[in-house]
Nanobody
Framework: QVPLVESGGGLVQPGGSLRLSCEAS????????IGWFRQAPGKEREFVATINGNGGNTYYANSVKGRFTISRDNAKNIMYLQMNSLKPEDTAVYYC?????????????????WGQGTQVTVSS
């Protein structure tokens, strides 16, 4: 288990931007791929984006491709999700997760460590 703490959520108007952060501790970052997932009210948790251990490979859900960017700073053990052109349908609790492999995955069950989540609300 890798302790993960998300931050950066909040209320933003449609078309606005937010940057979520996920701070990790006690692990060697290159060995862990990271994923961002989200859960909207009344819906199941869904995949958003993933990045491999060294940051050289990323993959996005179609719903956020071109608007969201996942990145990581392994020297600081911090992962980011830059969210631009936000839409009301992006409203959800966003979670970062780590898996015991450096390779990307969009499958929730392959991630073994989860943060507590941060609320993102897109509304005018």
């Amino acid at each position: 288990q890798v302790p993960l703490v998300e931050s950066g959520g909040g209320l933003v108007q449609p078309g606005g931007s937010l940057r979520l952060s996920c701070e990790a501790s006690g692990f060697t970052p290159d060995y862990y791929a990271i994923g961002w997932f989200r859960q909207a009210p009344g819906k199941e948790r869904e995949f958003v984006a993933t990045i491999n251990g060294n940051g050289g490979n990323t993959y996005y859900a179609n719903s956020v491709k071109g608007r969201f960017t996942i990145s990581r700073d392994n020297a600081k053990n911090i992962m980011y999700l830059q969210m631009n052109s936000l839409k009301p349908e992006d409203t959800a609790v966003y979670y970062c997760a780590a898996r015991n492999s450096p390779y990307i995955s969009n499958v929730e069950d392959t991630f073994t460590s989860w943060g507590q989540g941060t609320q993102v609300t897109v509304s005018s």
